[in-house]
């Protein structure tokens, strides 16, 4: 059993205008996640670091997070960062470039969870139903130029308001679309912009949102979560993959 989230933390800013990254530190482990895709994790201007400070993280939580940071002070790439429990292994993780017009990316990892190979791929959206086509589109082939197959997960903020939308069956017949419920804004949230997506290896179990009462306070987005399954096992660890273990 994985238990996996997703969570935009508007760069720890909250509903009262304060950054209190120790807030959003604190949602993080109310939700118990195995492995948690953040977005929004950079601040907008400057170096643009990220408002998750790694020491932080390792002195509040109980995860780490995957090393996808090109800049000093991040923890991610575009926005997007990886979060997984200490005892999980980071086999591999790879930049994914997305087209639009504004700066957007997604990130990718490779995990051994229990003797057990999975990837997560996590991703933030365009706002415009047309690059965010093209961009799942990008992901997708992506994803499948890697030189192995694994059990896969591919989770974040969508931008998309409806589950009928077609970008949405972009991901058939590959991949389950799953949508825990309505995520934003949090005050009184009323769209489901937030979605997990797993490959036909994975039965889900049981999804939800966190609501929190810090969670409602924290970010405009409330996080979301599902519980999988693995019902069938990954192909076996190959000495190369094994190599690069963090």
Known sequence: MLKIGSYNIQKSIGLDARRRPERTLRVISEM?????????????FGPREATLRPEMIAELTDYKPVPLAIREGSIGWHGNAILVRRSIGIIDFRRLELPTLEPRGAVMADLKINGQQIRVAAMHLSVVATFRKRQIASVMAQLHSRPYDLPTILVGDLNEWWDTAKSLKMFNPHFQVTTPGRSFPSPMPVASLDRIITSPEFAVQNTGVHRSDTARIASDHLPVWASLLLEHKARPTTSADEATTV
Request: hydrophobic share 40%; proline share 0%.
């Open 32 to 44: 118990n996640c195995d492995v948690i895709a953040l977005q929004e994790v950079d601040k907008r």
